[in-house]
């Protein structure tokens, strides 16, 4: 490389470095005019490209670097992810396997090897190389947390994962994720007065994905604000909004204050139905508002849920549109006949990262649901044709309403569950929904991943809500025992 080549490579990297990525492949490009074999260039031009999404161009880059000095580690590790993210999952394995085969003690192949593992399910080998990774680099942040949620999650190792979080904790006190998992740990464990006291890092972690609808208000501090105007505003999805919605009545009892709740669009006509008479004004989150001071609903439990007996007859505070009940009510009765109840059915969790986890194939609910005193009214929103086809190919007779779309209408999906004998589903926010309306509901749980932190992991109590009770797998990815208790769900 001549002396030329060398400093643009050079001031290429730095700018990369800097965040400066135009400047960057610029440089990048002008060495691959001096010298289009130029193996450094070609590779980091490739990352460049996968960083800013063009994930088939980087793979084309970072393989001729790979034909120039096929034994660079780095190369065949940043092609791997590449490749996982065109969603060639077995190809990018066998790169980083590749790549840890020239160099073992390459960090970050350990590291995005044992995410890889841990996506497909393979458990053991993600734990290995998570240990790997913390081996060679025991400051490496994201690997310890990743480990302590794997031993969490998808084992049910909760003191193993805790041990991790604390050497984690002493390692980046600081470090935002890390110490809002540790939160959520400690939350599913009980452990409320800590727990809720580490979720608030999540406002601290810049990979949280909420916005804050506070208006720039002061934080309410949990004590009595007798006529002042209390701002309190979801967060996250429709389902967490109603799951933490169940504690504004005791916010409402224990301020003092008139209350503005702010819910996204979906929830508003449901939300001011229910709280209608209360001193309760309920508006879309953003709208512009005069209140003395806000919060979240997320950060209602530290005032409010303290202890287990403060989660005690809680849960029914939703009201559906009693017209629109009624004539749900008595169009599915007239299908179903008079010797059937009317239960609802989902199986299908839409969440991106664990949706598969929650999930329960059509097939395998089938022998479950084929009763003839039941008539299943589906839940699902979407396409849902071809599973329709399936389930009453093998006898279950399952009805579904075009009339009600369970994503966009949630106050007609509200009437929908009311107007239902019970409901049989996975975690969605129709449980959550179900819940709040105080309708008799099954919720079947995965063990494992697939859990989120407010469900207990044992017992059938909810916590959340004294209508929802739990099946739940006794061992990960297997639901012979959950549908067998399907089956003698509503017997009675």
Known sequence: MSDTTATLLRQAVACHRAGDLAAARAGYEAVLVQDPRQ????????VLQDQAGDHAGAVALIERAIAVQ???AAFHGNLATALLALGRSDDAAERYMHALSLDPDYVEGHYNLANLLRREGATASAWRHYEETLRLQPDHVQARNNLAMLLWED??????AAQQFELLRKTAPDWAAGRMNEGLLRLAGGDYAHGWRDYEWRWRNPDYRERDWGLGLPRWDG???PGASLLLWGEQGAGDQILYGTMLEDAQRVSGARLIVAVEPRLVDLFARSFAGREVSVVARGTKVAAAAQCPFGSLGH???RSEADFAGKGRYLVADARRVQILKTEYHRIAGPDRRVIGLAWRSGNVSIGAQKSIAPALLAPALARPD????????GDVADDLALLREQGVAIHHDPAIDGF???DGLAAQLAALDGVVSVSTTAVHLAGGLGVPTRLLLPRGRGRLWYWPGEGADSRWYDS???LRQERPDDWSGVLAAVNQAFSS
């Open 39 to 46: 193996a450094d260039a070609l590779h980091l031009l490739g």
């Open 155 to 160: 084992l049910g190792e909760t003191a193993a």
């Open 374 to 381: 039941i008539l299943w009214l589906c839940l699902q929103y």
């Open 70 to 72: 096929p034994a660079e």
């Open 468 to 470: 929802v009770s739990i």
């Open 303 to 305: 005032f409010l849920r």
């Open 408 to 410: 966009a209408d949630l």
């Open 223 to 225: 004590r009595p604000r």
